[in-house]
C-alpha cells in the first residue's frame, strides 16, 4: 500500500534529499533551478509540515547564524520510511511505464 | 563593495508586513517563517531586484497567515484561552448554584424584564402594522372632511372620518391620477337594526341579527386585498342585492353548504345573493366588517350624488406615481367648484385631506371613525414603560453583583496572584454576567410562553393564535434586536462590576481582613434611588388611573344609570310603527315590576345623530351656537330620573304634530342655556329660539330647563341638548326602567310583551350602564396594561431591594452584633438599618414627584372631567413605597436584629 503523495509532495520528497542543510529557502529554490518553476516559501513551508506529518519528513531547529539575522533555520531530512515511500513509488511507476503498449 | 553592501542596507523588506508577521504568526513557528522569509527576500533582490522581492515578501506574508501559523489564543494577549474558558464556565456555574437567591433574583428579574419587554414590543409590533396585509396599502388614502370656522385650523374634533357620497366619483373623474374610489357606509344609516335570515330548502329559518355590515362600492373589495375564500373581489358587489360574508358568517347561516348564490333576507323584505366569501376580516384591519351590501342596492334614491351627507368612508387608490400632496392641494378649488352654495348657507368651509390607510390606526382619531383606534402617545408610553422595567433589571444586576463581588474577592486576589491580567479578569466576568443574561433570555421564553394568552385578554386584541405563529419570527431585525438586548444588556451590566472586581488588589484582599468598604458605594445608591424614582412615578401613575377610571365610572351621570334595561326597537316594521310602540309601552309599564317606559332616538352613552344650528328669536342668524337634537316622549325625564330644574317636563299635548311645523314647544340642557348666554335658568324659560326641524325655520318655546347628565363619556364636556317631542318618529330605542328584584322574570315579561308587539322580530336589548361603560374600554384597557406592567416593574424592583438588603446586612452583621452587646434595642437596630433605604426613598421622592405630577396632569387634561390632583395622590404612592420598602427589607433586618450578638461575633 503506497500512501497517496501529490505530485509537489513527491518533488520536495525527493529535493530533500538531494539538497544538503534542506530547510524552507534551500528547498524552494532547488526547487526552482530543478523543475523550472516558481513556488513560494508558504506553499514550501506547507508541504514540508505535511510530509513530517505524514512521517516521510523529520525536522530540528538548527543553530542561530548571523547570516538571517540570528534566526534560526528549521532543517528536515528524509525518514527511512520516506525513502522506502519514494522507492516504491519509483517502482510502481516503472511498472506502470512497462505496461505501455509499444507500437514500435 | 561600500556601494553594494549601500544598496543591501537600504533594500529591507517591508516593515510593515514584517511586523504584521510578528504579530500574527506563533512565535515557534516565527523564527523559521521569518528568517526563510528574509533570506528569500535577499536572494530575490538579487534575482528580479527590489520591487518585486518586497512585492513577494508580502504576498508571502499574507499567504502565511492561515490558521496554522497564526498564533494561538494566548493568555498573555487575548482575555480567554479555551482551557481557562472552561474555567471560567465551571466557577460561574459555582457560583450561580453556590448563592441561589442572588441567582434567582438576578435571573428572574432580568427574565421579568425581557419578558416585559418582548410582550410590550409584540403589541407596539402589531399596533404599528395595522392594514399592512392590503397589496396596495401604500396607495391606498381615506378622505376626510373637516368642517372649519374661518381662522380655526383643522383638529379631531372639527374632522371626521367620513365624507359626502359625491366625493368619491367626482375625484375620480377630476383627477387622473385616482385611480379608483370606493364608499362604505354603515348599515344604520338606513336601517335600525338588522336582522338577517336565511330560509333554507326545508323551510327552515335560521335569523341573526347582524351589526358589524357596510354597505360597500364593488372596488371596496379590489382597492383592498381581504382575502377571498369563495367568488372573486372584482365581482361580488358588482350587481344590486349582492352581499359578501365572512368564513365564519357564512358557516353561521349555510353550515358546510356552499353559501354562493344562496340568498339572506334582511329585515324579511330585501333579498341579498350571496356574491363572495372572504376570510373573517384580521384583527389588525382598521375597518371591521362581517357582512358586505353591494352599494348598487341603495338603488337611486338614496342620492349618491349628495353633497351634504358626511356619512361615507371615502377610500381612493392614487396611481403609483401619483404625489398625494400635490393632489391634496388642488382640493380648495375642488371644494369650492362643488360645495360653495353649501357653504356658504350652513356657514362652514370645507376641507378635505388624504390620510394614508397604513396610518389610520395609530394616529386617526377623528369624528365616526370605523372603530376605537389606538394612539401613537400610547406606543411612546409602552415603549418608555418596557424600557423601565427593563432598566430596573439591568440595575438590579449592577447593584446585586458589586455587593456580591466582595465574597469573590478572594478569588479574584488568587487569580491574580497566579498571574490573571485584568483584562482577562473583566472577561471572565463579562462571561458570567453573558451566562445570566442568557438563562434569563430562556426563562423568558417560558414567561412569555405562559402570559400570552393573559396578555391577549388584558390589551383585547387577538395579536396571534399562539406565540410562535408570530410574524416577527421571520424578521431578521427581531432577531437582530433580541441578540442585541443579550448583548448590549450583558455588557451594560456586566462592566462595571467586572471592572470594580478586577481592580481589588491581591495583597490586601488575601491578607483576610479585605474591609468591605470600596467605591461602589455611592454608584449604587443612584442605582437605587433612580430604581425609586421609577417606581414611584409608576405607582403615582397607577393610582391616578385607577381614581380616575373609578370616578368615571361611580360619578353621577345625572341619570339613574343602574335599573335601566334598553330595548332596541323592532328591525321589521310598517307606517303603523309609532302606535305600536305606544300601545308596547302601555303594555309594558302594567307591570308591577316595572316603573317607567320611554321611547327616545337616543340614549345616554352615545353621541346624537343629529345636529343643528340654534339662535335667539329677534337676532341676528350670525348669533346661532350649535346643539344636539334628542327626540324623547314625555316619560323620558322620569324614566331616566333626570331633572328639570327650571320649567316643566313636556307633556302629551306639546308633541309637535308634524315636520313642517312653524311652532313647538321645547325643553333644553343647562349647556344649551348657557351656550345661548342666558344669565340663568329661569331667564331662559318662555324665550323663542329659532332652529329646523324640516325645510321651514321653527320657532321654539322654552318651557322646560334639563338638568345638565353625561350624554357621553366624562372625556367630553356636556353637550348642549334641544330636547322635542315629535309626533312623527319612529323611535330607536325603548327604555325601560325596573326594579332589579326579579330581573330573570321582568326581562322575560319584557320577551313577551315585545314579541307580541311585534311578532317576527328579534328582541335585542342590554343594560345602559354596560352601555355607557363601554366608552371606557379603551381607558379601561390602558388602566389594565398599565397595572400589569406597573406590578411586573414593582415587583422585578423589590427582587433587587430584597437581595440588596440581604448583602448589606451581611457586610453589617458584626456592627449589629457590637450595638447589641453594647445594649441596642432591636427597634433602634431596625430603624438604623432602614434609614438608609428610608433616605433613599425621599432624595428619590423628590425627582420622581414633580416627573409624575407633570405626567398625569397631561393625561387628565384629556378628561373633560376629572380627579382632583390632590396631595394624597403624591403622599399615597410614596407611603406606598416606604411600605414595600420597609417590607421587603424588613425580612432581613428582623433577622439581622434579632440574632444573637456572641454568634456574629464569634466569626473573628
Redesign the interface.
Known amino acids: 500500500m503506497i500512501p497517496n503523495l501529490g505530485q509537489l509532495e513527491e518533488s520536495v520528497l525527493l529535493l530533500v534529499m538531494i539538497v544538503e542543510e534542506a530547510?524552507?529557502?534551500s528547498v524552494?529554490?532547488a526547487y526552482e533551478e530543478k523543475t523550472d518553476n516558481t513556488i513560494?516559501?508558504?506553499?514550501i513551508?506547507t508541504v514540508l509540515?505535511r510530509l513530517e506529518k505524514k512521517g516521510m519528513l523529520r525536522s530540528w531547529?538548527g543553530k542561530a547564524t548571523a547570516?538571517?539575522?540570528g534566526?534560526?533555520?528549521?532543517l528536515f531530512e528524509a525518514t527511512p520510511y520516506g525513502y522506502q515511500v519514494i522507492s516504491q513509488l519509483r517502482e510502481n511507476r516503472i511498472k506502470l511505464w512497462s505496461l505501455i503498449p509499444k507500437f514500435n | 563593495m561600500a556601494e553594494e553592501r549601500e544598496h543591501k542596507r537600504d533594500v529591507t523588506p517591508p516593515q510593515w508586513a514584517n511586523r504584521f508577521l510578528e504579530w500574527y504568526c506563533a512565535p515557534n513557528l516565527l523564527d523559521e517563517v521569518q528568517g526563510d522569509l528574509h533570506e528569500a527576500f535577499y536572494i530575490r533582490v538579487k534575482q528580479y531586484g527590489a520591487r518585486k522581492a518586497k512585492w513577494l515578501f508580502v504576498k508571502e506574508v499574507l499567504l502565511f497567515c492561515k490558521p496554522s501559523s497564526v498564533k494561538k489564543p494566548d493568555s498573555t494577549h487575548l482575555l480567554i484561552t479555551p482551557d481557562m474558558f472552561q474555567n471560567y464556565f465551571k466557577i460561574a456555574f459555582r457560583n450561580l448554584t453556590k448563592s441561589k437567591v442572588f441567582s434567582a433574583i438576578n435571573v428572574f428579574g432580568l427574565a421579568v424584564g425581557l419578558a416585559a419587554s418582548f410582550l410590550i414590543t409584540q403589541y407596539i409590533h402589531f399596533e404599528s402594522n395595522y392594514d399592512q396585509f392590503h397589496e396596495k396599502v401604500d396607495r391606498i388614502y381615506r378622505v376626510t372632511l373637516s368642517s372649519v370656522q374661518p381662522g380655526e385650523v383643522v383638529t379631531p374634533q372639527n374632522t371626521s372620518a367620513v365624507n359626502h357620497p359625491a366625493v368619491g366619483p367626482a375625484l375620480q373623474e377630476d383627477f387622473p391620477q385616482v385611480e379608483a374610489f370606493a364608499r362604505a357606509v354603515t348599515q344604520t344609516l338606513f336601517i335600525n337594526a338588522s336582522s338577517i335570515t336565511y330560509v333554507d330548502e326545508t323551510g327552515q329559518a335560521t335569523t341573526f341579527n347582524e351589526d358589524r355590515m357596510y354597505i360597500a362600492d364593488s372596488a371596496f373589495l379590489t382597492i383592498f386585498s381581504f382575502p377571498f375564500v369563495a367568488g372573486s373581489a372584482e365581482t361580488a358587489l358588482a350587481e344590486p342585492q349582492t352581499v359578501a360574508i365572512s368564513e365564519s358568517t357564512a358557516k353561521k347561516y349555510f353550515g358546510s353548504a356552499d353559501p354562493l348564490g344562496k340568498v339572506l333576507e334582511i329585515n324579511g323584505e330585501l333579498p341579498l345573493t350571496v356574491r363572495g366569501v372572504f376570510k373573517d376580516i384580521p384583527e389588525d384591519s382598521h375597518i371591521q366588517f362581517d357582512i358586505l351590501i353591494s352599494f348598487l342596492t341603495l338603488g337611486e334614491k338614496w342620492g349618491y350624488d349628495t353633497w351634504i351627507w358626511p356619512e361615507f368612508y371615502t377610500y381612493v387608490l392614487l396611481a403609483p406615481e401619483a404625489d398625494p400632496e400635490q393632489l391634496e392641494a388642488q382640493f380648495p378649488a375642488f371644494i369650492d367648484q362643488y360645495m360653495t352654495d353649501i357653504m356658504a348657507e350652513h356657514k362652514f368651509q370645507a376641507e378635505m385631506h388624504l390620510q394614508p390607510v397604513g396610518d389610520i390606526h395609530l394616529t386617526s382619531h377623528y369624528n365616526n371613525e370605523a372603530e376605537a383606534n389606538s394612539s401613537e402617545q400610547l406606543m411612546t408610553f409602552l415603549t418608555i414603560l418596557a424600557a423601565f422595567i427593563l432598566f430596573l433589571a439591568w440595575i438590579n444586576y449592577v447593584n446585586l453583583s458589586t455587593v456580591k463581588s466582595l465574597d469573590r474577592a478572594r478569588e479574584v486576589g488568587l487569580r491574580k496572584v497566579v498571574g490573571a491580567a485584568r483584562l482577562q479578569l473583566i472577561g471572565q466576568f463579562l462571561l458570567e454576567s453573558m451566562l445570566i443574561n442568557v438563562l434569563a433570555l430562556l426563562l423568558s421564553v417560558g414567561i412569555v410562553w405562559l402570559a400570552w394568552p393573559f396578555f391577549q385578554q388584558i390589551t383585547g386584541k387577538e395579536i396571534s393564535e399562539s406565540l410562535w405563529a408570530l410574524s416577527v419570527w421571520q424578521e431578521l431585525w427581531f432577531w437582530g434586536l433580541i441578540v442585541g438586548v443579550i448583548v448590549v444588556g450583558a455588557l451594560l451590566v456586566g462592566f462595571y462590576p467586572a471592572w470594580m472586581l478586577s481592580s481589588f488588589r491581591p495583597a490586601k484582599v488575601l491578607k483576610g481582613n479585605f474591609h468591605h468598604s470600596f467605591t461602589g458605594v455611592s454608584l449604587r445608591k443612584v442605582l437605587v434611588s433612580f430604581q425609586f424614582v421609577l417606581t414611584i412615578i409608576l405607582i403615582i401613575g397607577t393610582i391616578t388611573v385607577y381614581k380616575q377610571l373609578s370616578f368615571m365610572r361611580n360619578q353621577d351621570l345625572g341619570y339613574a344609570k343602574d335599573q335601566l334595561l334598553v330595548v332596541k326597537s323592532p328591525a321589521i316594521y310598517d307606517s303603523t310603527i309609532t302606535q305600536q310602540i305606544t300601545s308596547f309601552k302601555t303594555e309594558l309599564a302594567r307591570h308591577s315590576a316595572i316603573h317607567q317606559v320611554t321611547a327616545s332616538t337616543e340614549i345616554p352613552g352615545e353621541t346624537i345623530f343629529a345636529r343643528n344650528h340654534i339662535w335667539k328669536k329677534g337676532k341676528e342668524k350670525n348669533t346661532d351656537v350649535g346643539f344636539f337634537y334628542l327626540d324623547i316622549d314625555p316619560d323620558f325625564i322620569n324614566t331616566f330620573e333626570m331633572t328639570v330644574i327650571a320649567g316643566r317636563n313636556l307633556r302629551e299635548e306639546d308633541k309637535v304634530p308634524s315636520f313642517d311645523a312653524k311652532y313647538a314647544k321645547i325643553m333644553i340642557n343647562e349647556a344649551l342655556v348657557k351656550k345661548l348666554g342666558y344669565s340663568s335658568n329661569e331667564d331662559a324659560l318662555h324665550e323663542r329660539l329659532i332652529f329646523r326641524l324640516g325645510l321651514p325655520e321653527v320657532e321654539g318655546e322654552v318651557i322646560g330647563v334639563v338638568k345638565n347628565y353625561h350624554q357621553r363619556s366624562l372625556q367630553q364636556a356636556y353637550d348642549p341638548i334641544l330636547f322635542i317631542y315629535p309626533g312623527w318618529n319612529r323611535w330607536q330605542y325603548i327604555t325601560v326602567n325596573l326594579s332589579t328584584d326579579k330581573l330573570p322574570q321582568t326581562i322575560a315579561t319584557v320577551e313577551e310583551e315585545f314579541q307580541q308587539a311585534f311578532p317576527g322580530n328579534a328582541l335585542e336589548y342590554f343594560f345602559l350602564d354596560d352601555y355607557f361603560n363601554r366608552q371606557y374600554e379603551a381607558d379601561q384597557r390602558f388602566g389594565s396594561i398599565f397595572s400589569v406592567f406597573t406590578t411586573l416593574a414593582i415587583v422585578v424592583a423589590c427582587l433587587g431591594l430584597f437581595g440588596l438588603s440581604a448583602f448589606t446586612l451581611k457586610q453589617r452583621t458584626k456592627e449589629i452584633g457590637i450595638r447589641k452587646v453594647l445594649g441596642a434595642s432591636v427597634a433602634r437596630i431596625l430603624a438604623l438599618l432602614s434609614q438608609d433605604f428610608v433616605k433613599l426613598i425621599f432624595i428619590a421622592s423628590l425627582v420622581a414627584l414633580p416627573i409624575a405630577y407633570f405626567a398625569i396632569q397631561h393625561w387628565l387634561s384629556n378628561y373633560a372631567f376629572h380627579i382632583e390632583i390632590s396631595v394624597w395622590l403624591f403622599l399615597l404612592p410614596l407611603l406606598l413605597m416606604l411600605a414595600i420598602a420597609l417590607v421587603t427589607i424588613s425580612i432581613h433586618t428582623f433577622k439581622a436584629a434579632l440574632a444573637n450578638p456572641a454568634k456574629s461575633l464569634r466569626q473573628e
Open positions: 530547510y524552507g529557502v524552494a529554490q513560494s516559501i508558504p506553499a513551508h509540515k531547529m547570516e538571517r539575522g534566526r534560526r533555520k528549521r
